[in-house]
């Protein structure tokens, strides 16, 4: 952009890593605490559920029926794909800040009403709880386009992947909180109200005050929400959204200028000329010829790679459970009581997060701005296949008693490669690729895509796994992984340059900045 773009963009761009870089990270890192946890702990609760709710009769403790467990496990999901699609739109629309405290004040809503679902009977607690969970996930999705595209847009050049992605990372302390929460309530209550296992008593394996220990873990993710929600309303607009979008260069400066401590230069008669590029057609829509010939491979490289990684990511995160059960990781349910099965199910999940899933994110953190974004995304496709694929085939062998160690280590690596790979870069790219009016909303459409990626997860590994066995559906996995590897050369490396070289409007502005001095030149000729 040279000289020739604004002032306060530049300043932004060439900023060293200041205190305010990491208090946005903390700010917007803290919604995605609460999303994860808010998404994830239900998969802790559910077997509680099915001992609470669903027992009578049943010889396997803790099973839901598959259409109560798909609705659980999955009606966020639905809450989540409308959020991002809503959200991100309105965020180009009404301003990136204004809609961002929308989104956790839902947020904090959901999370304390989905642990208050009315009544004692399964019908009408499964309804309720659905019902506020898809408000829950509404609020997440909202999260996912705002928190990644004010991230890009306060960071610089230099270190913006590896900002983005610290955003991202606090998904895997939301994972690991979600795991403690459960492990010290399971702790207490079976500490105040202990019980026999299910085989010894099927009745009395299940004590009436279990029904709070999966109401308090639900409810503690409003917790971090709620906190931050000060912090975010101080938080000024973008300078990119306030610019280049509501063009207003003076108010811009002024916001920068408190925020990196510097005297910026207010300069209105720039982001006239910009402004010129209405009218001369430039100021292209998302359902424009000129979007698609620029910026639609992008975004169908965004979207696919999403939807394909999700349909792994979240299969395995979800039901962690029923493949530590399979393999014999965590004992039969019969042999516990129902808060010692949610205490052994949290304390696995907590393993896996603690060695793989934290890990890899932070490592993504450490490298997205040395090796680029599209060498982690390969890579990590590459190796989730290769491992997915190492469980499956000698899939009898990791079954067989005194082989569950190696599996678990193989199993924690596919994870370890999804966060050091596309799982944390999916979500940063889409917030570097498009111009300022439109990034909000092909973030939210790229999310979205991942979104739905997460439902077919989540309600067809269910299915799947029941009609063709946990080993076929690794299988199947794997194959999706390396369609993800395929159409991750759809997407652009954005390292190192600033958002407007990405997005196009570098060159856009300079157009319209040289056409606006030659029309000048023009003129004085003419008049002389």
Sequence with gaps: MGEKSLQVLNALDVAKTQWYHFTAIVIAGMGFFTDSYDLFCISLVTKLLGRIYYTEGHDNPGSLPPNVSAAINGVAFCGSLAGQLFFGWLGDKMGRKRVYGMTLMLMVISSIASALSF????????????????????????????????????????????????????????????????????????????????????????????DYVWRIVLMFGALPALITYYWRMKMPETARYTALVAKNAKQAAEDMSKVLQVEIQVEPEKVEQLDGRRGRGNEFGLFTKQFLLRHGLHLLGTATTWFLLDIAYYSQNLFQK???????????????????????????????????????????????????????????????????????????????????????????????????????????VPAEIFPARLRSTCHGISAAAGKAGAMVGAFGFLYAQNGIGLRNTLIVLSVINFFGFLFTFLVPESKGKSLEEMSGEAEENNTVITESAVETDLEITTSV
């Design 119 to 210: 009544g004692k009977d399964p019908k009408a607690v499964m309804a309720t709880l659905c019902f506020f969970r898809f408000w829950l996930g509404f609020g997440i999705g909202g999260d996912y386009p705002l928190s990644a595209t004010i991230m890009a847009e306060y960071a610089n050049k230099k270190t913006r992947g590896a900002f983005i992605a610290a955003v991202f990372a606090m998904q895997g302390f939301g994972i690991l909180a979600g795991g403690v929460v459960a492990i010290v309530v399971s702790a207490v209550f079976n500490a105040l109200y202990p019980a026999p296992p299910f085989q010894v008593n099927p009745l009395l394996s299940t004590v009436p005050q279990a």
């Design 322 to 428: 029923d493949i530590f059960s399979a393999i014999g990781w965590i004992p039969p349910a019969k042999t516990m009581n129902a808060i010692q099965e949610v205490s052994k199910i949290a304390r696995a999940q907590t393993l896996i997060a603690l060695c793989s899933t934290v890990p890899g994110y932070w490592f993504t953190v450490a490298f997205i701005d040395k090796i680029g974004r599209f060498t982690i995304q390969l890579m990590g496709f590459f190796f989730m296949t290769v491992f997915m694929l190492a469980l499956a085939i000698p899939y009898h062998h990791w079954t067989m008693n005194g082989n569950q160690i190696g599996f678990v280590v193989i199993y924690s690596l596919t994870f370890f490669f999804a966060n050091f790979g596309p799982n944390a870069t999916t979500f940063v």
